[in-house]
T-cell receptor, first 111, second 112 residues
Framework: SQQGEEDPQALSIQEGENATMNCSYK?????LQWYRQNSGRGLVHLIL?????REKHSGRLRVTLDTSKKSSSLLITASRAADTASYFC???????????FGAGTRLFVKA | DGGITQSPKYLFRKEGQNVTLSCEQN?????MYWYRQDPGQGLRLIYY???????QKGDIAEGYSVSREKKESFPLTVTSAQKNPTAFYLC???????????FGSGTQLSVL
């Protein structure tokens, strides 16, 4: 079962543009996280937002959370070619011991 | 440096063979996880362990087995019962439920 579903599945933009990815989930959560994965590598944690938070920033990343709509968005500003990767949202379930991932958004930033 | 080490990076399995993927962490984390990733897909949970000598099935546990005899180690065995084992396998751990996961660099398993 997948708790989170990302949208779009793939995104291609020019360097310098902003990239927005969305995530929807099905059940109540305590936290929502975003991860990045370069091809053939492990995932790297980007940011965690708790259910009582609405927005969080980290460098060029901005995450929002709308628990009433069960959705989150990840905004990468002023994108760079090095941002090319897959981005996944993840939510906790069953007491947080089962971190469940969505299918991911593949971002391609053209130089 | 603290982290999670997965080995080998590439593994080939012959039909009918069991193979074991290694995952070791020196982060002193209690909880450890195994995920399977198919090309262009998200991560699916195979097994997870909250503490030593305890583990639970995830969403796709059939054809896999695990053990957790030590806090640092959580090996995954892909048995001959797993008919479609070709995938990228990722091990992860974290400090507390719901907190960020730390991932290993993965093992690519292929069938000969």
């Amino acid at each position: 079962s997948q708790q989170g579903e990302e949208d779009p599945q793939a995104l291609s933009i020019q360097e310098g543009e902003n990239a927005t990815m969305n995530c929807s989930y099905k059940t109540s959560i305590n936290n929502l996280q975003w991860y990045r994965q370069n091809s053939g590598r492990g995932l790297v944690h980007l940011i965690l937002i708790r259910s009582n938070e609405r927005e969080k920033h980290s460098g060029r990343l901005r995450v929002t959370l709308d628990t009433s709509k069960k959705s989150s968005s990840l905004l990468i500003t002023a994108s760079r070619a090095a941002d090319t990767a897959s981005y996944f949202c993840a939510t906790d379930g069953a007491g947080g011991f089962k971190t469940i991932f969505g299918a991911g958004t593949r971002l391609f930033v053209k130089a | 440096d603290g982290g999670i080490t997965q080995s080998p990076k590439y593994l080939f399995r012959k039909e009918g063979q069991n193979v074991t993927l290694s995952c070791e962490q020196n982060l002193n984390h209690d909880a450890m996880y195994w995920y399977r990733q198919d090309p262009g897909q998200g991560l699916r949970l195979i097994y997870y362990s909250q503490i030593v000598n305890d583990f639970q099935k995830g969403d796709i546990a059939e054809g896999y087995s695990v053990s957790r005899e030590k806090k640092e180690s959580f090996p995954l065995t892909v048995t001959s019962a797993q008919k479609n084992p070709t995938a990228f396998y990722l091990c992860a751990s974290h400090t507390r439920p719901g907190e960020k996961l730390f991932f290993g660099s993965g093992t690519q398993l292929s069938v000969l």
